[in-house]
Nanobody
Framework: QVHMVESGGGLVQAGGSLRLSCAAS????????MGWFRQAPGKEREFVAS????????NYADSVKGRFTVSRDNAKDIVYLQMNSLKPDDTAVYYC?????????????WGQGTQVTVSS
């Protein structure tokens, strides 16, 4: 099975920035549309952002538009999520995966995720 490996999380003050990275354990990500999801304590996992295979098309949840930027480096087979102007509500475990369909169903098994904690 393919597992996602997320990194880059941490503790940051409100207004700060973090950049998350995502790689795959056994497969090249450049062949797929990729995305980021997050799960806050006591809440369901939710879609955050996606990027097409070419990197030309991106989509964002309303809650992160204008603050987060998803990108990819297909040569390195890495997907990034640049998070700026972070808010305490952004606190969650962040996961990457390949969203499929209108409901952004996960294509791959979920990885461990990376914890992002934003203090007020």
């Amino acid at each position: 099975q393919v597992h996602m490996v997320e990194s880059g999380g941490g503790l940051v003050q409100a207004g700060g920035s973090l950049r998350l990275s995502c790689a795959a354990s056994r497969r090249t990500l450049s062949e797929y549309k990729m995305g980021w999801f997050r799960q806050a304590p006591g809440k369901e996992r939710e879609f955050v952002a996606s990027i097409s295979m070419s990197g030309i098309t991106t989509n964002y949840a309303d809650s992160v538009k204008g603050r987060f930027t998803v990108s990819r480096d297909n040569a390195k087979d890495i997907v990034y999520l640049q998070m700026n102007s972070l808010k305490p509500d952004d606190t969650a475990v962040y996961y990457c995966n390949g969203p499929v369909g209108e409901r952004n169903a996960p294509r791959f098994s979920w990885g461990q995720g990376t914890q992002v904690t934003v203090s007020s």
